[in-house]
């Protein structure tokens, strides 16, 4: 079974553009959650989506947002980027069956 | 919402000693504690969990204990290696939203 998969791996884009990541979740689960780490620090939480819908926002600008669509994938788009977006965004997936959260390998976005 | 302390920040052993990390947690009628273990350039990986009907947990060489009273709980690596070297994340999920909250991460090294 295939596991969280994130798209692209790397991406680089220049200051004030626009970035948009994308979540495949692990079959069967539908909550997707978005994390924020830059380097050297922890997990900071961006946004959590399940079914569909937008549960819980983390303590980021409004440029951050994103969408689940109906087969539970999720895309997360940065707009205006700024030279401190540049991290690792990590999503993990979950079911509401179980609890366990499994992560993707992340994407690693460099603002120039 | 949910406050999560993770504590040491950094923590280095001898090979074959023994690590315990903690976190604390603030919200009592959260029912779900992983640990994840990121290793350098990696995702997290979820290593062990503990829900709150459940005093300890072992797995081989690691452990995690949960005083539901006092509201912490503890991650215990026995006999620890130089693999065992990673970043440790503790989490609580909230049983009222569901959301995942990350504590700050410990930073394990063990020297051989």
Known sequence: EAGVTQSPTHLIKTRGQQATL?????????????YQQALGLGLQFLLWYDEGEERNRGNFPPRF????????????????LELEDSALYLCASSSQQNTEAFFGQGTRLTVV | GENVEQHPSTLSVQEGDSAVIKCT????????????KQELGKRPQ?????RSNVGEKKDQRIAVT??????HFSLHITETQPEDSAVYFCAVR?????????????QLTVWP
């Open chain 2, 46 to 50: 979820l290593i062990i969990d503990i």
């Open chain 2, 94 to 106: 909230e049983s009222t939203l569901g959301r995942l909250y990350f504590g700050r991460g410990t």
């Open chain 1, 22 to 34: 994308r979540c495949s979740p692990i079959s069967g689960h539908t909550s997707v959650y978005w």
């Open chain 2, 66 to 71: 949960l005083n539901k009273t006092a509201k």
């Open chain 1, 65 to 80: 947002s994103g969408r689940q669509f109906p087969n539970y994938s999720s895309e997360l788009n940065v707009n205006a």
């Open chain 2, 25 to 36: 947690y603030s919200d009592s009628a959260s029912n779900y504690f992983p640990w994840y």
